[in-house]
């Protein structure tokens, strides 16, 4: 069914604390934490909106969004204002009263002023710290055809997967009948037994009905003002409310989705992509991930002494971006952002170093995320010994080391 970029306004959920993800969130807000070398997690829904032809964004600001907004204004500015395209932060207002953002729902009814000005038909609502590719057109046409005041994008994911997150109670049309928050027992897909639909945080709302029901849910003081937990389980309840089952085109197998609110998550994202045939496809013409780019040279590697204990620089199974030097060390599935440099005799092993970080000669890193512009002294060994690196550094419960600006060298 045909839609009209004119009729769709999106608005990306930016203010968070990601608090799970701390210490890479003491200076910055979650979706501007860098991700898979170049990128910060914030460009997979910008992309996926551009990409979509959606071209009119507002992202909702609140904590540390300084990083945010510049990275915004550096990367994002290239659309037309003449044809009344943009992407630019909205921090909060305060039209309606002196409070912060008290929820999803509330950050959308804080902002209405500026939401209505645009005249939109309909608004899609997204979350700016997950990775993902998806067509929004699709969604917004299922939304349409179903004649839906309401849809929400979801996942199949393995029973036993799903007490992780929001599970979507579906009837077999694909409506939805209720929702159970990190539930011990998940609700299952009908006549599927061992899947479950989880939400993800991507709504698409009719305007009318989002502005009645977010009038309610202010005056209602028992409210956490969230939309999962609140607004649209209450309009399930009496308006017509359903599931878009997020599937690859091609496979029809659930799509690749993944939430990086946890350090641990967030590793295990970044070394999808260093796998030979990774799921998430950065290399995809068809659906280009923008960002901001930079001025960096090429990436270099030096010294080709492989004999009698010389220096190789080499990388392997790993993202290298521009500016990095692999000066006589050794990288192996890893992600370097812009400008890293890995000296003689090292080995980088499993590791996400950001930019403008050095190794220093002979060091041996292991399972370590490395914050922007930290230099690791020579000799260094760290990754391999967590009771000794949790002495100077933050190790997550499975063994990731992270080593940020506060971290004694």
Not at 76 to 100: A, Y
Not at 179 to 202: A, N, Y
Not at 231 to 250: C, G, Q, R, S, T
Not at 337 to 358: G, H, K
Request: proline share 5%.
């Amino acid at each position: 069914m045909h839609w009209s970029i004119r009729e769709v306004l999106a608005v990306v959920m930016a203010g968070g604390k990601g608090s799970r993800l701390y210490p890479l969130t003491e200076d910055r807000a979650k979706p501007a934490v860098p991700f898979g070398g170049k990128y910060r997690i914030v460009d997979f829904t910008l992309s996926n909106c551009i990409n979509s032809g959606i071209k009119k964004v507002f992202v909702l600001t609140q904590y540390k969004s300084y990083s945010l907004e510049r990275h915004i204004r550096l990367g994002w500015g290239f659309l037309s204002h003449e044809l009344h395209e943009f992407v630019v932060p909205l921090p909060p207002q305060q039209r309606i009263d002196e409070s912060w953002y008290r929820g999803t729902a509330d950050a959308i009814y804080q902002n209405l002023y500026s939401i209505l000005r645009e005249d939109p038909r309909f608004l899609l609502v997204l979350s700016g710290d997950h990775i993902y590719k998806m067509d929004y057109g699709e969604l917004i046409r299922f939304h349409k055809a179903k004649k839906a005041d309401v849809t929400v994008a979801a996942l199949e994911v393995e029973k036993y997967e799903a007490g992780h997150f929001g599970v979507i109670q579906v009837d077999k049309k694909g409506r939805i009948m209720g929702f159970q928050e990190k539930p011990k027992k998940p609700q299952t897909i009908p006549d599927e037994p061992d899947k479950c639909l989880i939400s993800l945080g991507v709504y698409v709302f009719n305007i009318p009905s989002l502005v009645e029901q977010l009038k309610k849910d202010a005056d209602d003081e028992r409210s956490e003002h969230d939309f999962g937990k609140n607004v649209i389980p209450k309009m399930a309840k009496d308006l017509a409310v359903y599931a878009y089952n997020f599937k690859e085109k091609k496979t029809r197998r659930a799509a690749y989705w993944r939430d990086v609110g946890t350090l641990d998550a967030y590793w295990e994202a970044n070394m999808d992509l260093v796998s030979v045939s990774p799921v998430c496809n950065l290399y995809d013409p068809d659906w280009p991930i923008r960002t901001f780019q930079g001025l960096e040279p090429p990436a270099k590697f030096v010294f080709a002494q492989e004999f009698a204990g010389g220096r190789m620089g080499v990388a392997l199974d790993s993202v290298v971006c521009g500016g990095c030097i692999i000066s006589g060390g050794r990288v192996q599935n890893s992600v370097l952002s812009p400008n890293v440099r890995v000296n003689s005799f090292c080995n980088i092993y499993q590791s996400v170093i950001m930019e403008n970080a050095e190794i220093g000669r002979n060091s041996q890193i292991k399972k370590t995320i490395i914050e922007k512009g930290i230099k690791i002294p020579p000799n260094s060994i760290i990754g391999y010994h967590a009771d000794e690196d949790a002495k100077h550094f933050h190790v997550t419960e499975s063994g990731i080391t992270v080593v940020t600006k506060n971290a004694v060298l």
